[in-house]
Structure formats: structure tokens, C-alpha cells
């Protein structure tokens, strides 16, 4: 089994008889983990990752290729649901969200793809600097960070409310 040295395996599910583990290796593996037995439950789906760590979301799995290749990859079986192209180099692990995926790439361009359908670009927005660290979630918003500022990504009314932010 030949995997990637960047993204990182997780944990899928805990059952009682052991965990799925999903892992950027041969492309991308599903593998159960049965006391110190790991068996493959699919093999080489999809796209190879890149540097993102593929996520779970609901019943599918996406994955960042090098490109900016975007592949949705049902959990249960492991066939591909669909497969986008945006642009640029992604270092940054996707975040899903209210049925959204949210891709920043290399150049800080952000990429708001719907998750559900056929991967449909429902927003684009720039952030004019470089973005290498994953999208972070808390305290009602989500985080984005590059070298020289933070972003904080809300609902005005709850910005206000957790910021005392006052609107411009």
C-alpha cells in the first residue's frame, strides 16, 4: 500500500466491533479495524489526495487531488458521486458546513461548493492574500487565517453578539 505523506487518515465510525478508518493511501481507502486487524472495506476511489486531508461528510467523502480536483465519493461503496475542477493549488483541508463545502486555495480564493448535488459552485470570493492553514469553526463563525490577518466569517447579528462589533 502506497500512500501519501501529507493529508491524514481518521476515523470514520465507531462500532462495536471495531472502527472504519478512511485513509489517503492507493488513492483513497476505506479500511475496518478489528482489534489489531485492519481489513479493506474499498480500495483506490477517487482521486489520489493532495496536501488537504479528506473529509466525511454525511454519506460521502471529498478529497482535494493535486490541480484543485474536487471528488465526492459515496462512503458506502466508494463510487465517485462527482468530480469538479477548481482552480489553483489547495493546502488547506476543505470545511463542511449546512450542506456547503468550503475550499480555500493556495492564492486565497474560497470556493463554496454545494456538497448534496453534483458539486455546484454556489459562491467565490477572494481574500487577496495567500492561505495555507485549514478553516476552523467556533464561537458561531468560521476562522480563516493567512500570514498577516484573521478572518472571522458570520452572520452579522452574531458577530455583533460575540465581537461587539459595530456595523460600518
Request: charged content about 20%; glycine content about 12%; overall charge positive.
Amino acid at each position: 500500500i502506497s500512500g501519501a505523506s501529507i493529508p491524514s487518515p481518521s476515523i470514520v465510525q465507531e462500532t462495536a466491533d471495531g472502527r472504519l478508518v478512511l485513509a489517503p493511501v492507493d488513492k483513497l481507502s476505506l479500511l475496518k479495524q478489528t482489534g489489531s486487524s485492519l481489513d479493506v472495506v474499498w480500495r483506490g476511489k477517487g482521486s489520489k489526495p493532495g496536501s488537504p486531508s479528506p473529509i466525511v461528510y454525511g454519506d460521502r467523502v471529498f478529497v482535494i487531488a493535486r490541480g484543485g480536483i474536487l471528488s465526492a465519493i459515496e462512503l458506502e461503496t466508494g463510487e465517485q458521486a462527482f468530480k469538479k475542477r477548481l482552480k489553483g493549488t489547495f493546502w488547506a483541508t476543505p470545511l463542511a458546513a449546512e450542506g456547503r463545502l468550503y475550499c480555500i486555495n493556495e492564492s486565497g480564493t474560497a470556493f463554496v461548493v454545494d456538497a448534496a448535488g453534483k458539486g455546484e459552485i454556489l459562491a467565490k470570493c477572494d481574500f487577496g492574500e495567500s492561505i495555507y492553514g485549514s478553516p476552523a469553526v467556533a464561537d458561531d463563525g468560521m476562522f480563516v487565517r493567512s500570514n498577516a490577518k484573521l478572518w472571522k466569517i458570520a452572520v452579522i447579528e452574531q458577530a455583533r453578539a460575540t465581537t461587539g462589533a459595530r456595523q460600518q
